[in-house]
């Protein structure tokens, strides 16, 4: 059984700094060398969006909100996806999700993408 389990979601003031971990488990190898994981957050009283993507080959892709400011990684395993946050912003706010999906996609995908989906952990900037 595939699950996704997010952690690191905490307050800061704006101008700071937080980072985000996610650990996937129940992949086999073969869908591990193939799946991509990518950051999503949904603002209070907004949808949510793709703010990072981590391709298998481990190539990236940010949204234009985020780019220049956060980083997506993973471990050499890639078991363990992580979000560093940089100059955050109020309008950085709110719940962030990982999730995994095995698409061949050319920027971050839509949410309606992924295939599994983490409960989420919450991000709240203050100024």
């Known amino acids: 059984q595939v699950q996704l389990a997010e952690s690191g979601g905490d307050s800061a003031q704006a101008g700071g700094s937080l980072s985000l971990s996610c650990v996937a488990s129940g992949y086999t190898y073969e869908r591990i060398i193939r799946r991509c994981m990518a950051w999503f957050r949904q603002a209070p009283g907004k949808s949510r969006e793709g703010i990072a993507l981590?391709?298998?080959?481990?190539?990236?892709e940010y949204a234009e909100s985020v780019r220049g400011r956060f980083t997506i990684s993973t471990n050499d395993d890639r078991n363990t996806l992580y979000l560093q946050m940089n100059s955050l912003k109020p309008e950085d706010t709110g719940m962030y999700y990982c999730?995994?999906?095995?698409?061949?996609?050319?920027?971050?995908?839509?949410?309606?993408?992924?295939?599994?989906w983490g409960k989420g952990t919450l991000v709240t900037i203050s100024i």
């Open positions: 999730a995994a999906g095995f698409g061949a996609w050319t920027r971050v995908p839509p949410p309606t993408a992924m295939d599994y």
């Open positions: 981590s391709r298998h080959d481990g190539t990236t």
